[in-house]
DNA sequence: ATTAGCACTCGGGACTAATGAGTGCTAAAA
DNA sequence: TTTTAGCACTCATTAGTCCCGAGTGCTAAT
């Protein structure tokens, strides 16, 4: 534990760099900390937090910058979540329109606003729920040997996918399909189904096989894609005004572009005791972002399904305003989409 | 009309140019342009082009460059499109892959396509067909209040969406829709839908009105989205790699970001006797992309529906090599979308 | 009409000098 | 023992200067 006026310094370091983007000298200090201390003491201060690692000079005549380590401390220790203002609330909410009562919708718009607010690059994931079960298939036909499949999850979300089949789509073939759908899908676990559920499937319908067989294998990949959580990205462009990315923003644009980390991204570390995490630096795991931090929070729906959404900017980031922010967005989104869920869980299944 | 020395020296300097990105001199030209004169010579042409208007020189000191009016020429007159190889071909041809039926999808994947193929950003739109039909409206419950909306349109495009109901929903209540949906929609032009359409209809339901309100809007809200033609735009953090728009790259981005322009970018001039266009800089109507070229190119499907794909990129770029590959993409996408526009067409309105 | 020759221009790189913010250290003061 | 004043030192940054060389435009000869 540092003692208290060196975290006092500490902290003003942080907070004048992440105001100003400057180094800030002992001189400066001096009037912001709010100490009554002269600038060489301040020095001395300041000298033992560099040889703790805690902040650095970019070159040896300037003023000091945090280090990773500065800011995890400050992070840790210092910190003082604000206040969200009224009117900071209001545009936070004012963002989030969920008439539509889509989790994928709200889930985006989410990210919209917090583009929006921040002015850096958000990150959202759908809800993933292990517990999900299929609600509702339905089978659409669109010419004689084409039909879309829809395909609807207890979670609200919807798939939907079109689908050849070998032979003309008549309206037996269509009764049988729902026959089917309606005994080896309506209440699945998403988890149950995958190719060998569909093949033993297929193997029981002998006659019939031949028909169903490309709906079936159409209906596990919407289960599929209705399973994994979708990853939503926008506002990249707004890193690109930042200083510290400089000449080298389209690196991390090109890495946040291919989507294929981002979900390692949200999911990260499985420490759920706190709902909000903040990883600065080299502490994401990619390369491509040791000079980012990202803030990611979890949502809730009931008990099961959670997601996540987040921040991914500078390191150099307003922590202390930011955290309540996200904090504030992602408890509406989990009231918004919880409010759902409990209607939809209470609908129990009834069926025309 | 340019004397042919003077046209070989322009094209030389408009190729070289977009080969090294470097202003090119009299001395380079002598080599490259393959006319047996001295270097003097040379320059009196290059003079006369930079009277003219088709090069300029970054400063006194430096090689020519082509300008806007270079290029245009250049384009219009000098080009030989390349042919397009083997690989290259497959290369495009591999990128699109049309199994799900889906066109969205596909034109989606035409602009990644694009994307790997050019190195710059890749921009297309969904197909607009101004006789699109109704083919299909389906309403699937997910909770006592809350329903799907799904609708199918004669182009292929599936657009679905949540709605809450005032009143529980009942077998009657989805019996009475199918019905009102049978009658009304089916086979009906999306552009017949409107509001007024909608209200005339809810006026002529009687004591149903109050239960079918929310679901017919939410159609017309399904109808709007149909017709609305989607824009895509990918790969634009490519374009940061360009040193032509340099420390303003963000600037293009940001505006490539907000959609509302890009619809009509590609929209564009109504001479269609050529199914692909070239804009040059300033040719293009907004200042942002005034360093930006874009080549666009329509596709149609059948004899009504079209939309276009294209690149945007800095006005260097390979016209003569780029152009193909476009032309190529297109022929394909509309190859493809046409036979499933047959597909459809022929398999009128067979119901269950 | 073409060409050789030449003076001229000017961006960019290399080098130097001056500036000044900020430091670390030392020795005196509290 | 802690704090402070003072001072020499460092080094990024900026401005100034010089020089090089690619490329030009012009003129006079072919």
Redesign the pocket.
Known sequence: MLPQ?RQKILAAIVEQYIETG???????LQSIAGL?????????E??EL?AQGFIT????????VPTQAGYRYYVDNLMKPAELEENERRRIESGLDYRSGDPEQLLQAAGETLVDFTNFAAISTTPSDEHAFIKNIEMVPVSPKMAMIVLLTSTGILKSKACRTDVPITADLQDAFSDIVRKNFFGTPLSDVNTVMIQTLVASLGAKALSMSPLLVTISDLVEAASVSEVNLSGQSNLLGYKEYNDNAGQLLDFLHKEEPLGMLVSGSGDSDSDIEIRIGSENRYKELENSSMIISKYKIGDNATGAIGIIGPTRMNYSKLVPSIKYLTDIISKFLSDVYEEESSSGEEDS
């Open positions: 006026r400057e180094p800030v000298g002992s001189k400066a009554d201390v002269s600038s060489a003491t301040i020095r001395n300041m000298a560099t000079q970019p070159h040896t005549s300037a003023g000091r």
